[in-house]
């Protein structure tokens, strides 16, 4: 049977409450194994559904049996006034812990004080999240109208006037293993995961863009919390790739530089 190939357009759509179970995947790609509950995070995103998008099918299939079928999430939730909900204090705690092991000690000191209610600051974590085989031209009309979510929802005098922006995202590294390598053969190989700045590759190119702009960025590995299928042991021209999640911290006035370079690299 020949190949067929399939034209679907996508769409965003305001987060809905039948959204949750396919939101919940997304976040869980994410955080894999981490110590966060995506189920609570789902539900605060649905509840704030006047801000960000969910990526679905512009005309669902006739039978389409599951409300939830999502395929990308753009969204923003505030983690400096919110100090009720479980989940915003374990992605904190993710992020400072992870900056005590793998980051910079300058920088750790500076998110200390970005995350500490009492300095005044006030964070935004936002999310870009989709399944891997979407496009890239998609981030541009999701962020475009985020920011539109963004300057009514200020407008109307509600928590999202932020200082400061956090994204965790999905990179890779070469590890400096060939594919097929023994335990004898790569004996005398030198592996740099996540010393260098340079060499991550991004599994959504358009937060390299949030990258460039960061102020305060270093990653993590998480090679033994992946399952394999999404997050696994990758391979670049038999190079194996490890899978890593880097933290990118930057002004909220940097926005709109990034928007500009997403247009000219993604329109």
């Given at each position: 049977m020949d190949d067929e190939e399939i034209m679907v357009d996508f769409e965003g759509f305001q987060p809905q409450p039948g959204d949750f179970h396919g939101m919940k995947r997304l976040l869980q790609q994410l955080f894999l194994k981490a110590h966060v509950n995506t189920g609570e995070l789902a539900e605060l995103i649905i509840a704030q559904n006047y801000i960000g998008s969910v990526v679905k099918q512009s005309e669902p299939p006739e039978d389409d049996s599951m409300d939830d079928d999502i395929f990308g999430l753009t969204t923003i939730i505030n983690i400096t006034n919110d100090k009720k909900s479980e989940c915003?204090?374990?992605?904190?705690?993710?992020?400072?812990?992870k900056s005590k092991k793998f980051g910079d000690p300058d920088d750790q000191m500076k998110l200390n004080d970005?995350?500490?209610t009492e300095q005044g600051h006030c964070v935004g974590m936002l999310f870009n999240e989709r399944f891997i085989n979407l496009p890239p031209q998609l981030s541009l009309p999701l962020f475009t109208s985020l920011r539109?979510?963004?300057?009514t929802a200020i407008s109307k005098q509600r928590p999202f006037n932020f200082s400061h922006l956090l994204l965790i995202t999905k990179t890779h590294k070469e590890t400096g293993?060939?594919?097929?390598?023994?335990k004898d053969s790569k004996k005398h190989r030198t592996t740099t995961l996540i010393d260098s700045e340079s060499?991550?590759?991004?599994?959504?190119?358009?937060?390299?863009?949030?990258?460039?702009?960061?102020v305060i960025k270093f990653s993590y590995p998480v090679s033994e919390e992946s399952d394999g299928?999404?997050?696994?042991?990758w391979s670049c021209d038999d190079t194996v790739l490890k899978p890593l999640?880097?933290?990118i911290i930057l002004p909220v006035?940097?926005?709109?530089?990034?928007?500009?370079?997403?247009?000219?690299?993604f329109s």
């Open positions: 915003v204090d374990h992605m904190k705690n993710l992020v400072l812990s970005l995350l500490n539109k979510d963004l300057q293993q060939q594919e097929g390598d023994t060499g991550l590759l991004f599994t959504n190119p358009e937060d390299e863009l949030f990258y460039n702009e960061a299928g999404l997050t696994g042991k999640r880097t933290v006035s940097h926005l709109e530089t990034v928007l500009h370079n997403m247009a000219s690299q």
